[in-house]
């Protein structure tokens, strides 16, 4: 699976994500959106839901990852900050 399906898979989770919050707290749907910490609308809860609806997609299309390592989601600044750090690019 190359970067641009992954993103995509990504992105339509945000997208998905979005379709239950308020106006107020939509997601920014782009590669660059920032999606724990500040200028997220998403706490915690919502950044692992997030992160199981990715994995989920990406099994469906065959790539086994884990993404809510218990480890790296708590630390002070966590490696999913931003939805770039998804892609594996910077």
């Not at 992954?6 to 239950?20: K, M, T």
């Not at 390592?69 to 490696?79: N, Q």
Request: aromatic share 2%; net charge negative.
């Amino acid at each position: 699976m190359d970067e641009q399906a992954i993103q995509r898979i990504v992105l339509r989770a945000i997208e998905s994500a979005n379709l239950g919050r308020r106006p107020e707290e939509q997601l920014s749907v782009a590669p660059d959106a920032v999606l724990y910490g500040r200028g997220s609308p998403l706490d915690s809860l919502g950044l692992v839901a997030l992160l199981i609806d990715i994995e989920e997609a990406l099994q469906d299309e065959g790539l086994n990852v884990t993404l809510t390592d218990a480890s790296a989601l708590s630390r002070r600044r966590a490696p999913s900050a931003r939805c770039r750090a998804s892609f594996g690019t910077s």
